[in-house]
């Protein structure tokens, strides 16, 4: 693996002489104060803006401005309001629609659910509704969709349609792959599909998001960002030349599902679950085992293919095998790429970006310090 790029190591962009912000912009006036006639960038959450490291878009949108670039805000934008109805009705429906406010981002929306999951966060896990919001002004229930990482997005695209998209946060990066959904009860498509979005950064999104943001500034489309580590892109182009396709149960061997065992069974129960060490158990588990291959093969040149969306739905031996894998292959020291093909969605294949899997955490030391790693990477 190569050592990644210095997180300052690039040319500020132009803008950087409007200086800093005392506030990122969140309404066309503030923008005018500011003296900046559009954004280079507009990030939408589901939080309220609070201009603190300890949110996603203040820290990312903190990050950016850093690098030079004009960075808006739509926090909690009301994804009720009036939709664009035909190209006729854009002047009309400019001003009433929030997701306008700001006007068309110059290089790419940024769209988190917040900092939280918005399932998460509106229900318990008995499904009954929280009667507050940690993450909105006075606590209020209510400032935000479910599932709202699609929601924006979706209103993202309705109001500029030609703006890259990039997705990101917990909601998304969970959401990656084909993925189980408690709240329906169900295996629900990566949310690559239900957005439409270009791009998705899963985990920390700091390394990603900066050299994003100045590949497009530099005038790379942003279809043709597919190399960038801790991303994720929906495609239904072929594999990239020089890759080698792995299948995933050469990896990890899908297996019987057994039943979890009971935390209150009696002293002999336990003895007799299947995870008991001391039973006679053991040998006929241990073909069951991870098998690792000890040949040595040039892991920054693989992919590993694992079962489709329609298999993991199908079998939850292949689910449990499928998340393994995503588990496996998390660790930004040593992490693949991986795809899986989505057939309900016109054969359109998610893959993690090709080559450079796993970010890397945005500073070792001070992410080893601050929080886990585990959530910076997964590939
Ligand atoms: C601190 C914390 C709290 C604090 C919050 C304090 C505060 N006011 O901020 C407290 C203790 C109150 C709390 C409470 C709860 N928490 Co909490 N909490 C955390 C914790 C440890 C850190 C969150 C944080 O500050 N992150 C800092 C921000 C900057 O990081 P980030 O959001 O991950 O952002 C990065 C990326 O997501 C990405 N990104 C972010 N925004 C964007 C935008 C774009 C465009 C892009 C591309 C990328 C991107 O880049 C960022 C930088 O790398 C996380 C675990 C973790 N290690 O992340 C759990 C976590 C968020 N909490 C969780 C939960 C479940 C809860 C509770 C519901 C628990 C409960 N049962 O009561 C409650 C919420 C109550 C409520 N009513 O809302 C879960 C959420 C699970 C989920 N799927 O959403 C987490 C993930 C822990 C876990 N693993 O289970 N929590």
């Known amino acids: ?181 408690y709240w329906s009860d169900e295996v629900r498509r990566s949310v690559l599909i239900d957005t439409g979005a270009d791009l998705l950064v899963y985990g920390n999104a700091e390394r990603a998001i900066v050299e994003i943001a100045h590949r497009l500034a530099a005038g790379a489309a942003i279809t043709d960002i597919r190399d960038v580590r801790g991303t994720a892109f929906a495609s239904t182009g072929a594999g990239r030349a020089g890759f080698v396709e792995i299948d995933s149960t050469a990896i990890d061997r899908p297996g019987r599902i057994e039943r979890p065992p009971d935390p209150y069974a009696m002293a002999e129960e336990r003895q007799a679950a299947p995870c008991s060490t001391g039973g006679a158990a053991a040998p006929e588990r241990a073909d069951r085992l991870v098998r690792l291959s000890p040949r040595r093969v040039d892991r920054a040149a693989q992919v590993i293919r694992m079962p489709s969306f329609e298999q993991v739905s199908a079998d939850p031996a292949l689910y449990a095998h499928a998340s393994r894998i995503l588990h496996l292959e998390s660790n930004p020291g040593n992490a693949r790429a991986l795809v899986q093909r989505h057939e309900r969605a016109g054969s359109r294949k998610i893959r993690g970006s090709r080559g450079d899997p796993g970010a890397e955490p945005p500073d070792v030391r001070s992410s080893r310090s601050v929080r886990s790693c585990v959530r910076s990477d997964p590939s």
Do not use: K
């Open 1 to 181: 693996m190569t050592a990644p790029r210095g997180l300052f190591s690039y040319r500020p962009y132009w803008a950087q002489r409007f200086g800093i912000a005392p506030f990122l912009p969140t309404t066309r006036a503030e923008m005018d104060e500011l003296g900046w006639d559009g954004c280079d960038v507009i990030l939408v959450t589901g939080d309220a803006y609070i201009d603190h490291p300890s949110f996603g878009m203040a820290l990312i949108g903190r990050l950016l401005e850093a690098h030079g670039f004009r960075v808006g805000i739509l926090d909690q934008p009301d994804w009720r309001s009036p939709r664009r109805v035909s190209a006729d009705d854009d002047d009309r429906r400019a001003e009433g629609d929030p997701f306008r406010a700001l006007g068309r981002p110059a290089l790419f929306w940024g769209v988190t659910a917040g900092n939280m999951d918005s399932m998460v966060n509106r229900y318990t896990s008995d499904r009954r509704i929280r009667r507050d919001d940690a993450y909105s002004p006075d606590g209020a229930p209510g400032l935000r969709p479910d599932r709202a990482v699609t929601v924006y997005a979706r209103r993202c695209r309705e109001a500029f349609a030609d703006a890259p998209l990039v997705i990101g946060g917990i909601e998304a990066s969970l959401r990656r792959i084909a993925h189980y959904d």
